[in-house]
């Protein structure tokens, strides 16, 4: 009997959605990042700033997502990734964090369908068993609706860390390979919870703070990272071009000097 994971996994393999780390193959570097990650902060902030309950400021951060969705399929960035809700968010007060939750949950049934036809497909990355039955079989459905959908893959961690990422990526590499003592970063890499992307070109955090956070530590080796001022509720298509500007204002050497890249410039 086939399940849910060996479905999108055949999906994967087809659609050729597996990708070495740039730390073994340099990755094709164009003016707009095939792949953005974005820590969405500052929800809280921009509503005590307004003298709004910081369930206002959760709100107007889903509606940014829907925003920051458009904005990336329509110039073209083919991976959009959310830190939606780290490991470490289980810390915040428990009537938030189920606030969380039912905002997940609304935006899953709400925004879904419109994915599916705008050929966005949605994969939800990280440990899923501490989520509310009902919502794991909600995300489950989704993935299997989207799973085919090619426009832009949208990733949204919950529950997930880079460590925890690392650590059950070494575990099931282990079991793969029983008895096995030598292992390199590619044979890790598949096992890793988004091996089905490339990797990052531009990682991005709202609301000034300047810090990974435990997001996608494996995959931001190489890189490019923006810090901005402004909250996430105000994070728009502007805001955005104003990244991936300075994005293209970065020299992506990965490891070579740049005589190199002239070099290469003047062979292409």
């Known amino acids: ?81 959310l830190f939606a809700f780290s490991s470490e968010n289980w810390r915040r007060p428990a009537d938030e964090v189920s606030l969380l939750m039912r905002l997940f949950m609304t935006a899953l049934e709400r925004e879904v369908g419109k994915m599916h036809a705008n050929n966005i497909r949605l994969r939800v990355v990280g440990d899923l068993s501490r989520f509310d039955a009902k919502l794991q079989e909600m995300v489950a459905k989704a ?21 925890w990422d690392i650590m059950q990526a070494v575990s099931k590499m282990l079991k793969a390979h029983p008895g096995a003592t030598d292992f390199s970063e590619e044979q890790l890499t598949p096992y890793l919870a988004m091996a089905y992307a490339p990797e990052p070109d531009l990682f991005i955090r709202t609301g000034g703070e300047e810090r990974i956070s435990n997001f996608l530590l494996w995959q931001l ?17 502007a805001e955005l071009d104003k990244a991936i500007e300075s994005y293209r204002q970065r020299e992506r050497r990965f490891g070579r000097t740049s005589e190199q890249l002239v070099e290469q410039k003047k062979a292409s």
Not at 153 to 159: K, Y
């Open 143 to 163: 993935e299997v609706q989207t799973a085919g959908n090619t426009r832009l893959t949208l990733t949204i961690c919950a529950n997930y860390g880079g460590r």
């Open 221 to 237: 080796a190489y890189s490019e990272l923006y810090f901005t001022e402004t909250y996430w509720p105000d994070f728009d298509g």
């Open 1 to 81: 009997m086939h399940t849910r994971a060996d479905f999108i996994a055949h999906l994967d393999f087809l659609y050729g959605m597996t990708h070495k780390s740039s730390t073994l193959a340099v990755p094709q570097v164009s003016s707009v990042p095939r792949h953005v990650a974005i820590i969405m902060d500052g929800n809280g902030r921009w509503a005590t700033k307004r003298f709004l309950p910081r369930v206002a400021g959760h709100a107007k951060g889903v509606d940014a997502v829907r925003t920051i969705v458009e904005a990336c399929s329509q110039r073209g960035i083919e991976y959009l990734t």
